[in-house]
């Protein structure tokens, strides 16, 4: 019965795939959206059926792959990982240090943005100041500067944008600051942590981002209505909140046991890359940074699990803690949004509601305000 197990498991696999892979661009960049707006209620969200039908895929994938890395199959399964990403996993630092980098070059090449497509600036030297950053990722002594200068384009970027909509963003510039700094540290125990650092921040922003799924159910309509191929043939009543819980999931995986951390990193890398050929460069310059990171992830064999190790090798802890990071965020996302808007979604003080600017090839965009 254990060895049967996992086999009958791995059918949810490619739904769970397809059912996310639609959803791997970020809405925001393609089509309107308003951040003061009022959620869906928390109670509408847990009465859908197609979210608990997602949360039931979910658990079986990752019991299954749990009890795989437990058992006699462990050294099989991470063995084929090992070597398809032998070359990478060599020389890992370079290889983060050198997409980091190119991902910063990008940006500067496409000009007009602090870190991503939607959070745009007229604002010249901001660009040199991202050619700056991959200038210094390079170097030891400068890798604190380069983190600097990360969170210095977030920070620059509350001058035109809301707090809760850069909310977003701030979990993946913490962890690739995080990353920059304790790699330049000559503390080994510290610059140890740098890849968890790393990992922890990309989960933490799609655990987040993830959210708006189920709150703004309603901002990823255009997208269906203008590529019906997104859904596998799924009504949108049922992708939009399985794709939700898919892409929660598979960050929450991140943080989780190796192989279950590897596999979901592979599993959103082929989401994030199935998603370049229907949305474009935009997508691929704009979720660079993540595939990149999640490649770093699949690559990276280490066993270690500093924070809660003993939980997490715990078969049963498995659904309590994803519900419970569920209900954590959920509860910080709604919460929050109340606290920066009011109760009935609409500001406690008058500001100003940013977009990005029209752009011709994706017509749904709506008139943004330059700054």
């Known amino acids: 019965m254990f060895r049967s197990f996992p086999c009958r498991a791995l059918p949810a696999l490619p739904l769970l795939l397809a059912t996310a892979t639609g959803a791997a661009a970020h809405v925001k960049w393609f089509a309107p959206y308003i951040i003061d707006a009022q959620p869906q209620p928390p109670g509408q969200v847990l009465s859908d059926p197609w979210f608990w039908c997602g949360i039931a895929l979910v658990l079986v994938f990752f019991l299954a792959t749990r009890l795989v890395e437990a058992g006699p199959w462990h050294d099989r399964a991470t063995g084929l990982l090992d070597r398809l990403t032998a070359p990478i ?8 240090r050198v997409t980091v980098g190119a991902f910063f070059v990008a940006i500067f090449a496409v000009g ?11 604002v010249a030297w901001v660009s040199w100041l991202q050619l700056l950053i991959a200038a210094c990722i390079f170097f030891r002594p400068t890798m604190p500067i380069a983190a600097a200068g990360i969170i210095a384009l977030w920070l620059l970027a509350m001058r035109d944008y809301d707090l809760f909509h850069l909310f977003d963003y701030l979990a993946l510039g913490l962890g690739v600051a995080a990353y920059l700094l304790l790699f330049s540290l000559r503390s080994e125990r510290l610059r140890a942590c740098r890849f968890e650092a790393l990992r922890w921040g990309l989960a933490v922003a799609l655990m987040w981002s993830s959210l708006e799924k189920f709150a703004y159910p309603d901002w990823f309509s255009p997208l269906v209505e203008e590529r019906p191929f997104l859904t596998f043939g799924l009504p949108e009543r049922a992708f939009i909140p399985m794709a939700g819980v898919a892409e929660f999931a598979m ?55 500093r924070l809660f190790s003993g939980l997490r090798h715990r078969l049963p802890a498995i659904p309590p803690a994803l519900c419970g990071a569920l209900v954590l965020f959920a509860g910080l996302y709604w919460g929050l949004h109340a606290a920066f808007y009011g109760a009935g979604g609409r500001p406690a003080v008058p500001v100003e509601i940013t977009t990005h600017s029209p752009d011709p090839d994706h017509p749904h965009t709506p008139q943004g305000h330059d700054h």
């Open 89 to 96: 996993r060599a020389r890992l630092d370079d290889y983060v």
């Open 112 to 122: 007009g943005v602090y870190l991503t497509p939607d959070l745009k600036t007229p």
């Open 251 to 305: 960050g929450f995986g991140l943080i989780w046991t190796p192989l279950i951390r590897r596999l979901s990193a592979v599993a959103l890398l082929v989401i994030f890359t199935a998603a370049v050929f229907p949305f474009g460069r935009v997508d691929l310059i704009g979720h660079g940074l993540i595939m990149a990171i999640l490649v770093a992830t699949a690559a990276d064999s280490s066993q270690n699990l």
